[in-house]
T-cell receptor, first 117, second 112 residues
């Protein structure tokens, strides 16, 4: 089975621009999670989508947003880019969310490396 | 919210020795604790997980222990091999919140 796929692999932007990152979960998975991994640091939880709705978000400003499409793929949008947004953005998926999903391992994609010049 | 602390940040062992990585968490409602291995430039991969109704779980050379009272859990790797070299992350998840809190990572270096 195909794993979680993310695009693009690399994205270079300048301050103030907007970035769109895409994620396709494993076939049959309905929950998608986004994480930010700054260089040398751990994974910071950004957003969780399940069944097309935003279910939870981490401690990030509103300029980090996203959506989930009917086919369960997801987009992460970052507006008004700042230098400190430079990081690896990882997407993960689980078969479902809620009671069961919180106890399931997350399957990660290879990430999108976002560089802000 | 939950806070997961992970130690040590770097760990260097000789091939064949054991490695232990420890994590503590703050929220007693956390009940699922996965461990991920991230090799350089690659995606994090689940290597083992444990739920709060279990105290220990083993999978070949890897084991995880959980102490709910003390709110800490540990990863044990025995007979380490050079291919075990990677960054290891622990995580904690609170039931039904689907919000995983990750530790800051441990860079394990296994010297041949």
């Amino acid at each position: 089975e195909a794993g979680v796929t993310q695009s693009p692999t690399h994205l270079i932007k300048t301050r103030g621009q907007q970035a769109t990152l895409r994620c396709s979960p494993i076939s049959g998975h309905t929950s998608v999670y986004w994480y930010q991994q700054a260089l040398g640091l751990g994974l910071q939880f950004l957003l969780w989508y399940d069944e097309g709705e935003e279910r939870n978000r981490g401690n990030f400003p509103p300029r980090f947003s996203g959506r989930q499409f009917p086919n369960y793929s997801s987009e992460l949008n970052v507006n008004a880019l700042e230098l400190e947004d430079s990081a690896l953005y990882l997407c993960a998926s689980t078969p479902t969310g809620g009671l069961i999903g919180s106890n399931q391992p997350q399957h990660f994609g290879d990430g999108t490396r976002l560089s802000i010049l | 919210g939950e806070n997961v602390e992970q130690h040590p940040s770097t760990l260097s062992v000789q091939e064949g020795d054991s490695a232990v990585i420890k994590c503590t968490y703050s929220d007693s409602a956390s009940n699922y604790f996965p461990w991920y291995k991230q090799e350089l430039g690659k995606r994090p991969q689940l290597i083992i997980d444990i739920r709060s109704n279990v105290g220990e779980k083993k999978d070949q050379r890897i084991a995880v222990t959980l102490n709910k009272t003390a709110k800490h859990f540990s990863l044990h790797i025995t007979e380490t091999q050079p291919e075990d070299s990677a960054v290891y992350f622990c995580a904690a998840s609170i039931y039904n919140f689907n919000k995983f809190y990750f530790g800051s990572g441990t860079k394990l270096n296994v010297k041949p």
